[in-house]
C-alpha cells in the first residue's frame, strides 16, 4: 500500500510541478495536493525528483527552496540557468534561455550553481 501511495505522490508532484510556469514551495505544493501525502513523504518525493534530474531546486533571495522543472531541456538537462525573483508577487521563474557566466581561479571545481537574480516580473511591471 505505501509503494503504491509514493508512487502516486511522486506522478502528482511531478505534473503539478511541470504544469507549473513557475517554481513551487513545498508549502505551495502541499497545499494542491490537497491531503494526498503528508508533509514528509513530499520531501522525500521532492529529493528523488531532485536526485533523478526531473526537476532542479532554487533557492531564492530569502533563502528559501523552490522546485522548478527544466521546460526547454530536450535531452541533456542543464539547471545551470538564471531564476528571476520577483519582489513584489514572490513568484519565482527560470530563465532557461538564459545562461549566466563566470570564471574561477584554477583548482575550482563547480558541482553546482544557482544564480537568482530579483526585481519586478512583467506581471507586476
Known sequence: MKQTRNTTAKTEILD????SEVALSHSEIQSALDGLCDRVTIYR???RLVEEDLVHKVVNTDGGVKYASCHSCATTHNH???HFSCQKCKSV???E???PSFKLPKKYKVSEVNFT???ICPKCS
Open 117 to 119: 537574480v530579483s526585481g
Open 97 to 99: 534561455n538564459v545562461e
Open 16 to 19: 503539478l510541478i511541470s504544469q
Open 93 to 95: 521563474t527560470c530563465l
Open 80 to 82: 545551470n540557468h538564471i
Open 45 to 47: 518525493v521532492l529529493n
